[in-house]
């Protein structure tokens, strides 16, 4: 039996992947703050005899050093995330994002464990080329702009993985997330389709923030964590970097648009000036972001299954149980 330590595992993506795990027979052990992640989203799975957590930080290295010496497999997912956090939040985005994975390459190197690590298509910043590719040039906005602590500190985490692949042979596997959707997803922290979903089932306002025609591609959870998997049994794939993501298009207001429909919702739909969206000065967008996947089916013949359709009501079916129970 495999067995896995999966760091961020009661957040959204991570408890998804812990449950597919569980069913392919691995022993799963999760570590999370609760920051973002919700123990909520894992309680159900507390009763498997194969599955444990660990609250706590992933920068006590006295909690990792045991939890790495007692796996086979690294899945890092921990960060921070979500837009209005990182602006909220900037100092504690750059230390999570380098501290925590500077502390997990090192013990994975420690006990020669291979370690798979979450990126994010932010990384990609403002760049113009469509659809971006693994080896893309990449533009970051300004240093002013705390949007962009995010992408610089998740590009650090994958200069310094490929570091320790280099130089001491550490089998790492790097992924680039675009947006990821699904059950169990919240809007808190600034997570668009939850929102709209909430909204559209109360019939209020749909807020879409600035003109509404940023272009954005938006992937089933489902799909997702099943090519992490496959990277992950795939050795062909350490020391390797892959976009995750969907190719499906669609503008944030038709987005607005489609989940209303598909909600049966009387919400309008209300444009929102970005300088009032965000308080806290920071905030920079870009207008598309779409991913080459041609690398990650090359590799492990993946690609998404889901229509965004389909993941809309999920969504709506999964808010529908929280906000009107029977």
């Known amino acids: 039996m495999i067995r896995a330590l999966i760091t961020g595992g009661a957040g959204f993506i991570g408890s998804h992947l812990s449950e597919r795990l569980l069913k392919s027979d691995y022993k799963v052990t999760v570590i999370d703050n609760l920051s973002t992640g919700r123990l909520g989203n894992i309680e159900h799975l507390a009763t498997n005899p194969n599955f444990s957590y660990a609250i706590e930080d992933i920068r006590n290295i006295h909690v990792i050093d045991r939890l790495v010496s007692e796996c086979d497999i690294i899945f890092h997912l921990a960060a921070a995330v979500g837009v209005s956090n990182i602006i909220d939040r900037p100092i504690n985005t750059i230390e999570v994002n380098i501290g925590g994975t500077e502390t997990m390459l090192k013990t994975a190197s420690r ?90 089932l109360a019939n209020e306002p749909i807020q879409v923030y600035g003109d509404g025609r940023q272009q954005r591609c938006f992937g089933n959870v489902y799909d997702i964590v099943s090519a992490i998997q496959d990277l992950a049994e795939s050795e062909a794939t350490i020391g390797q970097l892959y976009n995750i993501g969907s190719n499906e298009e669609i503008s944030i207001l038709e987005l607005a648009q489609r989940i209303r429909d598909r909600a049966d919702s009387a919400s309008e739909i209300k444009l929102v000036p970005y300088d009032q969206a965000y308080k806290q000065p920071g905030f920079e967008d870009f207008r598309r972001r779409v991913p080459c996947i041609k690398k990650i089916r ?23 149980a929280e906000m009107f129970p029977a």
């Open 298 to 320: 090359g590799a492990i013949d993946w690609r998404p299954t889901t229509s965004l359709n389909e993941t809309i009501d999920q969504i709506i079916a999964y808010y529908q």
């Open 111 to 200: 006990y020669r464990r291979r370690i798979m690590i979450a990126s994010t298509s932010e990384v990609y910043g403002k760049g113009v080329s469509f659809p971006f590719r693994e080896d893309d040039d990449t533009l970051s906005g300004p240093t002013v702009r705390s949007r962009w602590s995010y992408a610089a500190s998740k590009a650090v985490d994958e200069f310094l993985a490929f570091a320790y692949h280099a130089e001491v042979g550490l089998p790492i596997t790097l992924f680039r997330l675009f947006n990821t959707v699904g059950p169990r997803q919240v809007g808190q922290y600034g997570m668009v389709v939850p929102r709209f979903v909430r909204w559209a």
